[in-house]
């Protein structure tokens, strides 16, 4: 079946300019992630929704950073007044929660941000 | 967050088994050792994890020190298709949530 698939691949903004990233995760998962990676480094957490319970933003870097997960599908990551330090791979990922299980995450390709 | 070290790069030899290691010596009694890899320009991928038993599946195994303070992933025979970054992360069993905490993982290199 269809993966976890994000859009736009690549954005190249102006800084300060406001941008929207979008992850559609895999039908029927009730979690999604959203991490950002930077070059050369390893993951960085951001957001965390499961179901209909508060998302965890605790590792949301700043106030111009939202995100949204409508109708518990998809999911749109805000940079407002995007800074050069912004720029990265935005990953999203999705899961099934089932008691007893893996608790896999299947990742998107990414959404790779550059900020001018 | 309890955190994982991992070296920051390893090679092997193709067709050769590759012993992946991790230190968690703060884990605690629920969590759970995850690894996934990344492979060059892609988002990560689930390799196997386990709670205290050895696990194998498919595409690796897992062995876990007895005191759980430690974790080795095995590749059993490399290949080229498994140079990548390896993360080994964990993932608290009892606090309802599930999010990740990666370091900066061990970069694999096959050499042909």
């Known amino acids: 079946g269809a993966g976890v698939s994000q859009s736009p691949s690549n954005k190249v903004t102006e800084k300060g300019k406001d941008v929207e990233l979008r992850c559609d995760p895999i039908s029927g998962h009730t979690a999604l992630y959203w991490y950002r990676q930077s070059l050369g480094q390893g993951l960085e957490f951001l957001i965390y929704f499961q179901g209909n319970s508060a998302p965890d933003k605790s590792g949301l870097p700043s106030d111009r950073f939202s995100a949204e997960r409508t109708g518990g599908s998809v999911s749109t990551l805000t940079i407002q007044r995007t800074q050069q330090e912004d720029s990265a791979v935005y990953l999203c990922?999705?899961?099934?929660?089932?008691?007893?299980?893996?608790?896999?995450?299947?990742f998107g390709p990414g959404t790779r941000l550059t900020v001018t | 967050d309890a955190k994982t070290t991992q070296p920051n790069s390893m090679e092997s030899n193709e067709e050769e088994p590759v012993h992946l290691p991790c230190n968690h010596s703060t884990i605690s009694g629920t969590d759970y050792i995850h690894w996934y890899r990344q492979l060059p320009s892609q988002g990560p991928e689930y390799v196997i994890h386990g709670l205290t038993s050895n696990v194998n599946n498919r595409m690796a195994s897992l062995a876990i020190a007895e005191d759980r303070k430690s974790s080795t992933l095995i590749l059993h025979r490399a290949t080229l298709r498994d140079a990548a970054v390896y993360y080994c992360?964990?993932?608290?069993?009892?606090?309802?949530?599930?999010?990740?905490?990666f370091g900066t993982g061990t970069r694999l290199k096959v050499l042909a």
């Open positions: 992360i964990l993932r608290d069993g009892n606090s309802g949530t599930y999010k990740y905490i």
């Open positions: 990922a999705s899961s099934f929660l089932v008691s007893g299980g893996s608790y896999e995450q299947y």
